[in-house]
């Protein structure tokens, strides 16, 4: 049974420090999603990670895989309030085409 | 384009009760998804379809049922609702051909209280 673990849960940090959140995951794949979700909305796809070694990076977002130690992290730099929001990693165990499993997500507050 | 619509948005239920949620999508996908999501849990898979006519069980399916006779809908049944399936429920779609660089379209969510 496939087992997505993020860390950590909360996270409070503040203005323009930088933080990493890890998401690791128990079987082996090379594709993993990134999610945001506001509060009271709906996921927004961030990154689409499809390989190891993939680097992806939005704006003070940047997000990393590392198939071989089944490990991708989300780093934040310069954190600013606008990223408030709780994050989600997700791992396709197959070829694609099948359900996602979900990282229990970190819920992230930036304070000035 | 509407992508995926759920309705209702908000519902109220006592005990015992049965309702059903519907999702519909207008972007021709063939699978489709019915998480729950409740605080601290992450999301976890109810159930999901993978073309007309054709449902499976995901990690929490019990007590719901689900139907899949168009492609474009996927409707989430509780007949006999339970305080414990308080929950926002999230409807996805994935088309195959797209799925692996764009993953799911989620629709806006479901909050469905059971008193």
């Known amino acids: 049974e496939l087992k997505v673990e993020q860390n950590p849960l909360f996270l409070s940090m503040q203005e323009g420090k930088n933080y990493t959140i890890y998401c690791n995951y128990s079987?082996?794949?090379?594709?993993l999603y990134w999610y945001r979700q506001d509060p009271g909305k709906s996921l927004e796809s961030l990154f689409v990670?499809?390989?190891?070694?993939a680097v992806k990076q939005e704006g003070r977002l940047m997000a990393s895989l590392d198939t071989k130690a089944r490990l991708s992290t989300l780093h934040i730099t310069a954190a600013v309030h606008d990223l408030s929001a709780t994050y989600f990693c997700?791992?396709?165990?197959?070829?694609?085409?099948?359900?996602?499993?979900f990282g229990k997500g970190t819920r992230l507050s930036v304070i000035a | 384009n509407a992508g995926v619509t759920q309705t209702p948005k908000f519902r109220v239920l006592k005990t015992g009760q049965s309702m059903t949620l519907l999702c519909a999508q207008d972007?021709?996908?063939?699978?489709m998804y019915w998480y729950r999501q409740d605080p601290g849990m992450g999301l976890r898979l109810i159930h999901y379809?993978?073309?007309?006519?054709?449902?499976a069980k995901g990690e929490v399916p019990d007590g719901y049922n689900v139907s899949r006779l168009k492609k474009q809908n996927f409707l989430l049944g509780l007949e006999s609702a339970a305080p414990s399936q308080t929950s926002v429920y999230f409807c996805?779609?994935?088309?195959?051909?797209?799925?692996?660089?764009?993953?799911?379209?989620f629709g806006s969510g479901t909050r469905l209280t059971v008193v």
């Open positions: 972007m021709n996908h063939e699978y």
């Open positions: 990670l499809l390989s190891n070694g």
């Open positions: 379809s993978v073309g007309e006519g054709t449902t």
């Open positions: 997700a791992v396709d165990i197959r070829a694609g085409n099948t359900p996602l499993v």
């Open positions: 996805a779609s994935s088309y195959p051909e797209t799925f692996t660089n764009y993953g799911y379209t």
């Open positions: 079987t082996t794949s090379d594709r």
